[in-house]
């Protein structure tokens, strides 16, 4: 069990460029999350995945923002033509059960300059 | 919807000082309740769990006691040491909202020598 991995764990990108995060979760978790978190919140959901099918997204999901799971495996949250208000953290989290609590990564912090 | 309140902070202590942090929350169906942790720079850890009313999650000294009566979720650790200065989140998964966790804002807490 290597942990929820994602990548990079910075960025910095200018206003308008596209951006591309990683997530690789835990191998035998079959529920992937993203979560987006900015300073002196609680992570927000954003959406999240049951194996490769993609369940629900937050209406705060604007249509620049799109997420995959190719296989059911590692999934990308790509953020089309960025803007400052992008800036935050982005977590991944998987989980086998439900209710038994997620595992976290590490974050990628995202800075839309 | 759900929704999960949280003693707004910072919160300072000594070491060795007894460390409460209020939660409560608002759900539709039977949650689980959750605190994770986040240190600096980091992503969230799972400190601790209950999944029904009257179960106690602890870990590394740390408590909570799911109290449906009064629908709470309080954090308690009797001595606090400087390695828990951290920011604090209460969480909730909803069966009715197909076990997405839901947040607090989180509270910083600082442990001084």
């Known amino acids: 069990d290597t942990g929820v991995s994602q990548n990079p764990r910075h960025k910095i990108t200018k206003r308008g460029q596209n951006v591309t995060f990683r997530c690789d979760p835990i191998s035998e978790h079959n529920r992937l999350y993203w979560y987006r978190q900015t300073l002196g919140q609680g992570p927000e959901f954003l959406t999240y995945f049951q194996n490769e099918a993609q369940l629900e997204k937050s209406r705060l999901l604007s249509d620049r923002f799109s997420a995959e799971r190719p296989k059911g495996s590692f999934s990308t949250l790509e953020i089309q033509r960025t803007e400052q208000g992008d800036s935050a953290m982005y977590l991944c989290?998987?989980?086998?059960?439900?209710?038994?609590?997620?595992?976290f990564g590490s974050g990628t912090r995202l800075t839309v300059v | 919807g759900d929704s999960v309140t949280q003693m707004e902070g910072p919160v300072t202590l000594s070491e060795e000082a007894f460390l409460t942090i209020n939660c409560t929350y608002t759900?539709?169906?039977?949650?689980?309740l959750f605190w994770y942790v986040q240190y600096p720079g980091e992503g969230l850890q799972l400190l601790l769990k209950?999944?029904?009313?009257?179960d106690k999650g602890s870990n590394k000294g740390f408590e909570a006691t799911y109290r449906k009566e009064t629908t709470s979720f309080h954090l308690e650790k009797g001595s606090v040491q400087v390695s828990d200065s951290a920011v604090y989140f209460c969480a909730l998964s909803d069966p009715n909202n197909d076990y997405k966790l839901s947040f607090g804002a989180g509270t910083t807490v600082t442990v001084r020598a």
């Open positions: 209950a999944t029904k009313a009257d």
């Open positions: 759900a539709t169906g039977y949650p689980s």
């Open positions: 989290a998987s989980t086998k059960q439900e209710n038994y609590g997620y595992t």
